[in-house]
T-cell receptor, first 115, second 112 residues
Framework: SAVISQKPSRDICQRGTSLTIQCQVD?????MFWYRQQPGQSLTLIAT?????????ESGFVIDKFPISRPNLTFSTLTVSNMSPEDSSIYLC????????????FGPGTRLTVL | SQQGEEDPQALSIQEGENATMNCSYK?????LQWYRQNSGRGLVHLIL?????REKHSGRLRVTLDTSKKSSSLLITASRAADTASYFC????????????FGGGTRVLVKP
């Protein structure tokens, strides 16, 4: 299994500002992903975080709004840029590990509220 | 649209009873995974069932998979108040590179 930590756990931000969320995994990671969960909804994949190259974004998500970095195998960041109240969501990172390449483990999430 | 659709959307049972929820999907999968989420927190991985498997058990959990019907079920036996949570199925599609598509979730309330 893998233990995934995220920082911050929650934040309240003003409209127009940006927030960077960090994700750290404690074991060898093959894939890392970022998801959004809007209030009362299920999870939607934002992008796959690729080590050393640009992230692969899903339809409806763009790099200018959600820039992602993955400088090494076990760490990634997601920035929510120029925030609006519609960005209020839980943001979760996940990872698959070399020990169990199919099982996807999730971090505790970052609860973002935009005023 | 979401790959997985879950049913029911909400379920209320008494402690000790069994809870069953279903997940249907639309296209071929590598595997299907079930997760639990407590009160908007992180997801806890419960069980993974591969496309060539029909049933798996883990403690009080039993998962079935019927690829001909493109459906899966999660059974929680002898439920406890601590099982109160939202449960999500997620499909790992063939040729999708481990990307998961989530169902809408089932909110389970176990009353003591």
């Amino acid at each position: 299994s893998a233990v995934i930590s995220q920082k911050p756990s929650r934040d309240i931000c003003q409209r127009g500002t940006s927030l960077t969320i960090q994700c750290q995994v404690d074991s060898q990671v093959t894939m890392m992903f970022w998801y959004r969960q809007q209030p009362g909804q299920s999870l939607t994949l934002i992008a796959t975080a690729n080590q050393g190259s640009e992230a692969t974004y899903e339809s409806g998500f763009v790099i200018d709004k959600f820039p992602i970095s993955r400088p090494n195998l076990t760490f990634s960041t997601l920035t929510v840029s120029n925030m609006s109240p519609e960005d209020s969501s839980i943001y979760l990172c996940s990872a698959t590990t070399s020990g169990g390449p199919d099982t996807q483990y999730f971090g505790p999430g970052t609860r973002l509220t935009v005023l | 649209s979401q790959q997985g659709e879950e049913d029911p959307q909400a379920l209320s049972i008494q402690e000790g009873e069994n809870a069953t929820m279903n997940c249907s999907y639309k296209t071929s999968i590598n595997n299907l995974q079930w997760y639990r989420q407590n009160s908007g927190r992180g997801l806890v991985h419960l069980i993974l069932i591969r496309s060539n498997e029909r049933e798996k058990h883990s403690g009080r959990l039993r998962v079935t998979l019927d690829t001909s019907k493109k459906s899966s079920s999660l059974l929680i036996t002898a439920s406890r108040a601590a099982d109160t949570a939202s449960y999500f199925c997620a499909t790992d599609l063939k040729a999708a590179g481990n990307k998961l598509t989530f169902g809408g979730g089932t909110r389970v309330l176990v009353k003591p």
